[in-house]
């Protein structure tokens, strides 16, 4: 999958938080750049911050961050949600987008680099449709790319995104 920078505004305005294991988890994907780490624990900082969240808020955007990161992410219990690091990319994909075709040929990049989720077959090209042949090959894109609206629509309202330890 090309790279892709999704800022941490963006995630916050689609109601995503995500906990240091997805933000390192979506950083190994090149969805996120260090500056969404960077804003995250800038958010984040209280008197009583952990040293690596400090020096993670205050880091120049161009060091490598990784070290700090990882430290955080070790404090995580919990493994990486990657239903809610699709939802983000999806969210930002489809906001994104320039033209059905282009956004459908992406899509099945993001198919196949989350290992072909299930819930993702009624918005993929080469799946079988689900209906009857709308009769042009615009139709059934139509078609693929309102499934991709219902999902993400049926996304917010009902998988829960908050972080169990925020």
Known sequence: MTETRISFVFAKEVGVQLTWREVLEAIDRHMLSSSFAQEKALAELTDESDQALVTLAFSNVNDSVTKELELLAKMDSSSPNIDKLLFLLLSYLRRAETGAKQLLDILEEVYADFNYPRHMASFIRYMPIEGPDLGSKEGNES????????????????????????
């Open 143 to 166: 078609r693929l790319i309102a499934n991709l609206d219902d999902y993400l629509k049926k996304g917010a309202t009902s998988l829960s995104f908050a972080p169990s330890n925020q």
